[in-house]
């Protein structure tokens, strides 16, 4: 975990590496808490925007799954990258519950409330600093992860909606990330930092696991 100082009622910029964006996910006790955190992690979505996501909007593609979010006026969009699981799962609840279901169906309060609930444990359990993590720290870290293996900002830019590249860099990307540090340190001989660098693995988000399985079938489909 890389934390910088932030002089806002946070008090800190947090980036996630892979590992404890996975430990983030394994923590959520529940199906919504998974997603929304999943959301934020792993396609780098405004908390506003996680709770405006309905089933539909995650979608296959020839470039893989997306998840479309909408502008204001709801006439266009953009596209983002996500997850098998979180298309498996948007499916699913388009099946039972209909295409226009929110996959968090809760304000951008309850996200910030359950995260502040996971990270709090976290924080007794491990690094106190897990504290300090915001919804805007899961879609930082997201476009952190993925400049470790995207060279080109303006990808992540477009794929995040920024429209401001000074932002972006200044308030997003972090340059000196965990995972970057041990990229770089990794080629020093002399220091045993190891060799894992962000993307060497997939990593696999169990959102349909055996018991959301279950929930999702004593749920009623629609009509």
């Known amino acids: 975990m890389f934390a910088e100082p932030f ?4 008090g800190y910029r947090i980036w996630l590496d892979l590992e404890e964006t996975d430990e983030l996910l394994a923590a959520a006790t529940s199906r919504e808490e998974r997603i929304a955190f999943a959301l934020g992690v792993r396609s780098g979505l405004r908390v506003q925007e996680i709770v405006s996501v309905e089933a539909k909007d995650v979608v296959s593609t020839s470039a893989g799954p997306r998840v479309r979010v909408w502008h204001s006026k709801g006439k266009e969009y953009r596209e983002t990258p996500t997850t098998k699981d979180i298309l498996a799962m948007a499916e699913t609840v388009a099946d039972l519950q209909g295409p226009e279901t929110p996959l968090v169906d809760h304000s951008t309060r309850w996200v910030q409330r359950h995260l502040d609930d996971v990270t709090g444990e976290l924080a007794a359990d491990s ?55 041990r990229r770089e340190l990794s080629k020093v001989d002399w220091l045993d930092v190891g060799e894992r660098a962000v993307g060497e693995r997939e990593p696999e988000l169990a959102l349909l696991d055996d018991d959301s399985a279950a929930r999702f079938s004593e749920v009623e489909p629609q009509g």
């Open 127 to 181: 690094d106190e600093m897990w504290q300090y993590v915001t919804p805007h720290d899961l879609r930082r870290s997201w476009a952190t992860l993925l400049s470790a293996d995207i060279d080109d900002p303006l990808l992540i830019m477009d794929f995040g909606g920024w429209e401001d590249i000074e932002t972006f860099l200044e308030h997003y990307r972090g340059s000196y990330s965990p995972a970057v540090q």
């Open 7 to 10: 002089d806002q009622k946070d």
